[in-house]
Structure formats: structure tokens, C-alpha cells
């Protein structure tokens, strides 16, 4: 994954998932007890909201709950949280709100939340 780090310590990675299928996540720290992570669940969107970019991207798919789950794993190699107890995490929240709308893909979206929060998964 391509990854770029801001002044303020943001991150943000785009993971190539297959050719033209692309998702963005995003770290940003200090929120919550640590850091939060934005996560995408579509390859661009259909609901066209004037606010966001992703809106003027057509939509190309739903990321399957593997490719939800990647963008955590992506993220917690960079972040270092590998092995983690949860008073050291820097990453302590994840939040579907990256590309797509969430709940258009819902079936994944739980999927992907069962694998991640699963204490035998990555949890």
C-alpha cells in the first residue's frame, strides 16, 4: 500500500486490491484513548454528497470483508501494534468512513467487524 504520513501525524494508506480497485484508510491520532482509523468499504460511491469526493467517484464495488480487514492489518504493521495489550494500542477506534457508504455493503461490513473485534481473530 502506498502510504503517506502528514505534520500532524496523520497516515493515511490507499491499498490496490486489484487493477482501478483501490481503497483509502486514514489514521488519526489523538482520538479517543489513542487513535482512531477511517476505513473504506466501497470502491468509490453512489449516493453523489456534494461534502465528499469520494460522491463524485461512480461506483466500481463493494470491497469484499477481507479487503475491509486488510486496511486495519495494513495499519496496525505500520502503527507498530503488533503485539499489543490495550494500554499501549495507538489504535484504539475504527470507523467505516472512508470510501462508500457503509451500509450499502453491510453484509461485509459485519463481516469484516466480526474478524477485527474477534478476540481469537485480530482483536
Not at 482520538?31 to 453523489?48: D, I, Y
Not at 461512480?58 to 502503527?79: G, P, W
Request: charged residues 20%.
Amino acid at each position: 500500500a502506498d502510504h503517506q504520513v502528514s505534520r500532524d501525524g496523520t497516515q493515511k494508506w490507499l491499498a490496490r486490491f486489484g487493477p482501478g480497485i483501490e481503497g483509502e484508510s486514514v489514521y488519526i491520532p489523538d482520538v479517543g484513548k489513542a487513535g482512531a482509523l477511517c476505513v473504506s468499504s466501497q470502491v468509490g460511491c453512489t449516493l453523489n454528497c456534494t461534502f465528499c469526493h469520494t460522491g463524485t467517484q461512480k461506483l466500481v464495488r463493494n470491497l469484499t470483508a477481507q479487503e475491509i480487514v486488510s486496511q486495519v492489518l495494513i495499519a496496525r504493521d505500520a502503527l507498530d501494534g503488533w503485539p499489543s495489550d490495550e494500554e499501549d494500542r495507538r489504535l484504539t477506534n475504527i470507523v467505516f468512513m472512508g470510501m462508500g457508504e457503509p451500509l450499502y455493503n453491510l453484509d461485509n461490513v459485519a463481516e469484516a467487524i466480526d474478524t477485527i473485534s474477534d478476540g481469537d481473530g485480530i482483536a
